[in-house]
């Protein structure tokens, strides 16, 4: 007879009681706390995933609550870092388990070490350019990561295994240009593709956490305003620079901290930052003032584009160089970069 709090889970067929135990000892990293990552990291506890290290660099606003389910307006309005505000929910939804918050900014200098003590990595970040890093350091540390991202009502999923499948450089082997991709700050997002895609992410994980057969394999898209559901078989490129050629489009050590700092500079006006592309790029303006109109004020003179609304306030240059204006620190300046300009 099994019982206890994960008795309903346990006697799921899939799971099974080595099942439980494996769930139990498994480690797990998630990176990002926002729409996937507060969802995932929500159900994993609930799960009894023995240990959730959760990584994020930003705090709880106003306009994160819709979506992004472990917060609260109390959270808020202490402008709370994410990571802190959850490992406190987490801990109230699962006392049995270990908890590692942790407030920073993922990056090279520090990648590896939130990646090589865990079995399983779970993407909740919001831009290419992080998962690259991601796909990268999962690639070097061998460890399998599951890939999601949400839009408006679409969301995406994947499981990059590090079994001879492929990584997500074999399915996207360029960093987009900054400003190419929609953001969620330029499109809206709505909160229940965000968790679906969450949720799929958390039962692969805890397909790969127990060893089940069943685990994916395939590329799985959704679009719940258009009631499309749609799974590609994804092959492997031997061409892939990561996991065919062992080369990175990033500089092979990248930015460390210091450059990531060097990136965004402090101007003299109080909450004014620079923030710089972390490669080169050429925006076309004109194109991206059309995508942003949607969301704020918007004007251009062919050379920097000026936005402003009540969350984010820059001056863009084509060059991918932007002025942020208002934003509490330099961190918070990247964040808004990477939320509205995409990198
Ligand atoms: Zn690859």
């Not at 078989?233 to 489009?249: I, N, S």
């Not at 160089?321 to 300009?341: F, L, V």
Request: charged share 25%.
């Amino acid at each position: 007879m099994i019982t206890g709090r994960y008795a309903r889970q346990t006697m799921f067929e899939g799971i099974g009681c080595e099942g439980a135990e494996r769930i139990h000892a498994a480690r797990v990293s998630i990176i990002g706390m926002g729409a996937l990552g507060s969802v995932a990291a929500a159900q994993l506890a609930r799960a009894g995933v023995g240990f959730l290290r959760i990584v994020d660099r930003d705090f709880v606003e106003l306009g994160n609550l819709h979506r992004q389910a472990l917060y609260t307006e109390e959270n808020a309005g202490k402008q709370l870092p994410k990571a802190i505000a959850a490992c406190g929910r987490l801990a109230a939804i699962n006392s049995e388990i270990v908890i590692e918050p942790v407030v920073a900014d993922f990056c090279r200098a520090n990648a590896e070490e939130f990646v090589r003590d865990v079995d399983l990595i779970l993407d909740g970040t919001d831009n290419f350019e992080t998962r690259f890093l991601l796909n990268e350091i999962c690639r070097k540390c061998g460890k399998p990561w599951i890939y999601g991202g949400a839009i408006g009502a679409t969301g995406a999923t994947m499981n990059i295994l590090q079994d001879g499948g492929p990584c997500l450089r074999c399915m996207m082997p360029v960093l987009p240009m900054p400003g190419e991709y929609p953001t969620c700050a330029t499109e809206g997002i709505l909160g229940m593709a965000s968790s679906i895609v969450a949720s799929a992410q958390a039962v692969e994980a805890l397909k790969i956490i127990v060893g089940s057969p069943n685990i994916s394999r395939s590329f799985l898209r959704f679009d719940l305003w258009d009631n499309e559901v749609m799974r590609l078989d994804m092959v492997r490129d031997p061409d892939c620079a990561v996991c065919g050629k062992g080369e990175y489009e990033l500089p092979p050590q990248g930015l460390t901290e210091g450059e990531e700092e060097e990136r965004t500079i402090p101007l003299c006006a109080d909450g004014t930052f620079q923030v710089s592309p972390k490669q080169r790029a050429r925006i076309d303006l004109a194109a991206f003032a059309v995508r942003l109109e949607e969301i704020g004020m918007v004007s251009h003179n062919g050379y920097l584009l000026r936005f402003d609304n009540e969350e984010a306030s820059f001056s863009l240059f084509d060059d991918g160089r932007a002025i942020i204006r208002d934003a509490k620190d330099a961190a918070k300046a990247r964040s808004i970069y990477a939320e509205y300009i995409g990198l």
